[in-house]
């Protein structure tokens, strides 16, 4: 993750490069710099530990102004989270800041130490530093010598680079971190994304993998990966709609939660006919490449693996297409036997998840049919690497643990799906028909379930002292249990687990006693009295239960049993209508715990690392 802010200007640009921060939080907040060639000709730098309003306290004490800078937010990967590992790293004359991993980071740290460099943080990154120092020194030229430095790293990086002895530009190089130049009227800028520089330009060039860019105030120059001059497109980019304040909520988790309605209706617009999905929806070749599909591979991480477990249930009950579902870091270093005429779809908010992106990669060579993105950022490579896509329409999601895109991407799985049968002609007779109505009605289900708010905040009390719970489910609920149990887990820190609720009585029973909440779903479905049976099992054993039932399900209150009636729903939109009860649930809880809700400790919005 790690978010870059970088800019080359006539006026002074140190303002910019803190607003930019401030928009790449989302990206990580373990610490903040900023290194700034200053207009008394000095290189100088100011970092903080914790979030950019700490380096912004830091800099109104005392102020660095100058026209050329570079600036960071950093997740730490390598060296804790501390002010002397803080990005922008010093060698001599040079300031860099570094978005990725390198991993020869230690035999280019012994090599330099051989060499006389003495390092001051435990980072990865300030071997970049000092080897970039070391090449100067023969090469003379900034951009010559890092395009030679870069030569000698492996892993990722994202990084741009300032140096007193030439400050007439900023340079950057892009090696699986994404990186994106925003261009001005006699001045340029770069980030790790485009949003970071909205408030200053909305024209943008985007680097491709190996770039190297050279960037001054009235030109930018562009060497591709084998070294050749290169143009890159420029896009104009706008945007009102930014998704920047709070409203009338506390938190933008809460905020984003109670968009719901609005952006699966959004998602929906535009790819439902009458009766039918409109399967052109994810591409004009769609038709044709579906027609070819005989199974369906997932590959995503977090929240987004999920949602790809709820699909497996579609896939398999609806389109009767066999699919897979693997997390994306297991999948990407994995000896994979790909079935003929195997559709390879990816699902990742940003589109930036560097696991999933990496897997995208690897699934080229691996002879899959063709490769579906299905992720809420149209300019992302993701999206730009795959042969489909489809777009959710969440809007901008800041609050780190994902809602709404979590709950847009199901939509548009369930689209997939119907899309998938509808060409294949696999759809048992009206299914189609009938799901196409059924998620028409949906953004008004999903306000009925928002209604039920302040009865999931007093329940949230059950949870304030209790240390670990459980999350059960069975059928398509269990992936929903799954996604419940991590947002718990991301925002209050109370350990979460969750099971098939089968599963229970072939280990985790051990565990249940009253000081262990079980939260569960049930819908009102063919496997509601088995997952009764299985609640029994919990109660029996002094277990507290927290049922979010059908209405019409024959669920009541009792000792040690609390049931929340839902809207009745049909069974297949069911995982998209429990899985705000759930969200309502981790958010009063955090809220409770006093933690800090849209930026919980140890994470960040994209995870744009290994
Ligand atoms: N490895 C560097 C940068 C971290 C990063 O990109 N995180 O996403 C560090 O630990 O400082």
């Known amino acids: 993750m790690c978010g870059i802010v970088g800019a080359v200007a006539e006026r002074n640009i140190t303002p910019i490069l803190l607003e930019g921060l401030k928009r790449l939080e989302y990206r990580g907040y373990d610490s903040a710099g900023v290194a700034v060639y200053t207009n008394d000709d000095k290189l100088e730098r100011m970092r903080r530990p914790g979030k950019v309003s700490e380096l912004e306290l830091a800099l109104t004490e005392e102020p660095l102004l100058g026209r050329l800078g570079i600036a960071h937010t950093r997740w730490a990967t390598h060296g804790a989270?501390?002010?002397?590992?803080?990005?922008?790293?010093?060698?001599?004359?040079?300031?860099?800041?570094?978005?990725?991993?390198?991993?020869?980071?230690?035999?280019?740290?012994?090599?330099?130490?051989?060499?006389?460099?003495?390092?001051?943080?435990?980072?990865?990154?300030?071997?970049?530093?000092?080897?970039?120092?070391?090449?100067?020194?023969?090469?003379?030229?900034?951009?010559?010598?890092?395009?030679?430095?870069?030569?000698?790293?492996?892993?990722?990086?994202?990084?741009?680079?300032?140096?007193?002895?030439?400050?007439?530009?900023?340079?950057?190089?892009?090696?699986?971190?994404?990186?994106?130049?925003?261009?001005?009227?006699?001045?340029?800028?770069?980030?790790?994304?485009?949003?970071?520089?909205?408030?200053?330009?909305?024209?943008?060039?985007?680097?491709?993998?190996?770039?190297?860019?050279?960037?001054?105030?009235?030109?930018?120059?562009?060497?591709?990966?084998?070294?050749?001059?290169?143009?890159?497109?420029?896009?104009?980019?706008?945007?009102?709609?930014?998704?920047?304040?709070?409203?009338?909520?506390?938190?933008?988790?809460?905020?984003?939660?109670?968009?719901?309605?609005?952006?699966?209706?959004?998602?929906?617009?535009?790819?439902?006919?009458?009766?039918?999905?409109?399967?052109?929806?994810?591409?004009?070749?769609?038709?044709?490449?579906?027609?070819?599909?005989?199974?369906?591979?997932?590959?995503?991480?977090?929240?987004?693996?999920?949602?790809?477990?709820?699909a497996r249930y579609w896939l398999e009950e609806l389109a009767g297409i066999p699919c897979q579902v693997e997390v994306a870091s297991e999948f990407r270093y994995r000896k994979v036997v790909v079935q003929p005429d195997t559709l390879f779809v990816t699902i990742s908010q940003s589109g930036e998840t560097a696991d999933t992106l990496a897997a995208l990669r690897n699934a080229k060579e691996l002879g899959f049919l063709a490769s579906l993105a299905i992720c809420n950022v149209g300019i992302s490579s993701l999206v730009r690497e795959s042969d489909l896509t489809l777009l959710t329409q969440a809007g901008r999601e800041i609050g780190v643990a994902s809602t709404k895109a979590f709950t847009t991407q199901l939509v548009g799985l369930l689209l997939l799906t119907l899309s998938l049968g509808q060409v294949r002609g696999t759809l048992a007779d009206g299914v189609e028909a009938t799901l196409v109505e059924e998620l028409r009605r949906l953004p008004a289900r999903l306000g009925e379930a928002l209604a039920m708010d302040s009865t999931v905040e007093k329940i949230a009390e059950l949870f304030a002292e209790k240390n670990h719970t459980l999350f059960l489910g069975r059928g398509a609920q269990f992936p929903v249990a799954m996604e419940g149990a991590l947002k718990l887990k991301e925002i209050s820190y109370i350990h979460a687990e969750a099971y098939p609720a089968g599963e229970l009585k072939h280990g985790p029973l051990a565990l249940v006693d009253n000081d262990m909440p079980v939260v569960t779903v049930a819908p009102n479905n063919e496997l509601l009295e088995k997952l009764k049976s299985n609640l029994q099992e919990v109660r029996a054993r002094g277990g507290e239960l927290i049922v979010f039932a059908d209405e019409k399900a024959g669920m009541t209150n009792g000792e040690g049993t609390h049931v929340v009636h839902m809207p009745h729903i049909h069974d297949i939109l069911s995982p998209i209508l429990y899985t705000i009860p759930l969200q309502l649930l981790s958010y009063y809880v955090a809220v409770l715990k006093g933690t800090d809700v849209d930026q919980p400790r140890n994470l960040a919005k994209s995870v744009t690392v290994e």
């Open 81 to 310: 989270p501390c002010e002397r590992n803080a990005h922008p790293h010093f060698s001599g004359d040079l300031a860099v800041v570094h978005n990725g991993i390198i991993e020869n980071h230690e035999a280019l740290r012994d090599q330099l130490k051989a060499l006389g460099y003495v390092f001051t943080s435990d980072t990865d990154t300030e071997v970049i530093a000092h080897l970039l120092n070391h090449k100067l020194k023969d090469l003379t030229d900034l951009t010559v010598a890092l395009k030679a430095t870069v030569k000698e790293l492996h892993g990722a990086y994202g990084l741009a680079v300032i140096s007193a002895n030439q400050p007439d530009r900023l340079v950057a190089a892009r090696s699986g971190s994404p990186l994106v130049i925003g261009l001005g009227m006699g001045e340029n800028f770069l980030a790790s994304d485009q949003l970071a520089l909205r408030q200053v330009t909305d024209r943008f060039m985007y680097l491709e993998e190996g770039d190297i860019a050279e960037i001054r105030r009235d030109s930018v120059q562009i060497w591709d990966v084998n070294g050749q001059s290169v143009e890159r497109e420029s896009v104009q980019y706008r945007d009102g709609a930014e998704a920047a304040d709070k409203g009338e909520f506390r938190h933008f988790m809460l905020k984003e939660i109670h968009e719901q309605p609005a952006v699966v209706q959004r998602t929906l617009e535009g790819r439902l006919s009458q009766n039918q999905v409109l399967v052109q929806a994810f591409g004009p070749q769609a038709a044709e490449l579906f027609a070819k599909v005989r199974n369906v591979q997932i590959v995503a991480c977090g929240t987004s693996y999920h949602a790809g477990m709820v």
